[in-house]
């Protein structure tokens, strides 16, 4: 049986028991960074055999896990955050899984996505997720052309460094849009600031972004 486990976003307290209880039982658990995954279950007192399964090794590591999974073990997959699968390695040994006939289970738990969408308090009845926003500013200006003609909630991961280039393209294309930034949930300096790109870009230019960013695009009216 192959189990996708979702691990806390941040608050180590954020990880429910029937987690615990898989990993603690799993005969391997495949994570994508060892030494951050071993510090969590460290602190909730699980000790199982840990290897790396990431975006480098998971084609050779897939057939590794799949063999395993047909001798009979018990394997749990876990990322550094949230759940295994949405950017983050899990989905090919998934779909490999489903060919197979091999059963597995998807453990429901934190997200980022979904904490982050109800916190802006944009319209959570319709949304998409487009993943980690392009690095680079052709393709970043075409997916905010997109965000600004839909309907939906867009939401996106983007990193601290990108976030002002993000900004500068929003107050471009689209400066009366409410936008949301979600900045380290679930952490001590949480933080979820509305507004549009003028006052966002204000705010972030003026320090040193740091941590985990969700950034959201609310739909048309």
């Given at each position: 049986?192959?189990?996708?486990?979702?691990?806390?976003?941040?608050?180590?307290?954020?990880?429910?028991?029937?987690?615990?209880?898989?990993?603690?039982?799993?005969?391997?658990?495949?994570?994508?960074?060892?030494?951050?995954?071993?510090?969590?279950l460290q602190h909730h007192g699980i000790h199982r055999p840990l290897i790396s399964y990431h975006e480098h090794?998971?084609?050779?590591?897939?057939?590794?896990?799949?063999?395993?999974?047909?001798?009979?073990?018990?394997?749990?997959?876990?990322?550094?955050?949230?759940?295994?699968?949405?950017?983050?390695?899990?989905?090919?040994?998934?779909?490999?899984?489903?060919?197979?006939?091999?059963?597995?289970?998807?453990?429901?738990?934190?997200?980022?996505?979904?904490?982050?969408?109800?916190?802006?308090?944009?319209?959570?009845?319709?949304?998409?997720?487009?993943?980690?926003?392009?690095?680079?500013?052709?393709?970043?200006?075409?997916?905010?052309?997109?965000?600004?003609?839909?309907?939906?909630?867009?939401?996106?991961?983007?990193?601290?460094?990108?976030?002002?280039?993000?900004?500068?393209?929003?107050?471009?294309?689209?400066?009366?849009?409410?936008?949301?930034?979600?900045?380290?949930?679930?952490?001590?300096?949480?933080?979820?600031?509305?507004?549009?790109?003028?006052?966002?870009?204000?705010?972030?230019?003026?320090?040193?972004?740091?941590?985990?960013?969700?950034?959201?695009?609310?739909?048309?009216?």
């Open positions: 049986m192959l189990f996708l486990v979702p691990t806390p976003i941040g608050n180590r307290a954020d990880f429910t028991l029937r987690a615990m209880e898989v990993l603690r039982e799993a005969d391997l658990i495949a994570a994508e960074d060892t030494r951050h995954s071993g510090h969590l090794n998971e084609a050779r590591r897939t057939e590794e896990l799949l063999a395993r999974l047909e001798a009979g073990h018990k394997i749990a997959i876990v990322t550094d955050a949230g759940m295994p699968g949405i950017s983050d390695p899990g989905h090919r040994l998934l779909r490999a899984c489903q060919q197979r006939g091999i059963p597995y289970t998807i453990l429901p738990g934190p997200s980022a996505v979904l904490t982050a969408l109800i916190g802006s308090g944009f319209p959570a009845d319709r949304f998409r997720f487009g993943g980690f926003l392009p690095t680079k500013s052709g393709q970043r200006e075409r997916e905010m052309l997109a965000a600004r003609d839909r309907e939906e909630t867009s939401i996106y991961f983007e990193s601290p460094y990108r976030l002002v280039k993000t900004l500068e393209c929003c107050a471009i294309h689209l400066p009366e849009r409410p936008l949301c930034v979600a900045r380290e949930l679930t952490k001590a300096f949480e933080e979820y600031r509305r507004g549009t790109a003028a006052e966002l870009l204000a705010h972030y230019s003026a320090r040193t972004v740091k941590g985990e960013i969700v950034f959201l695009v609310s739909g048309l009216d």
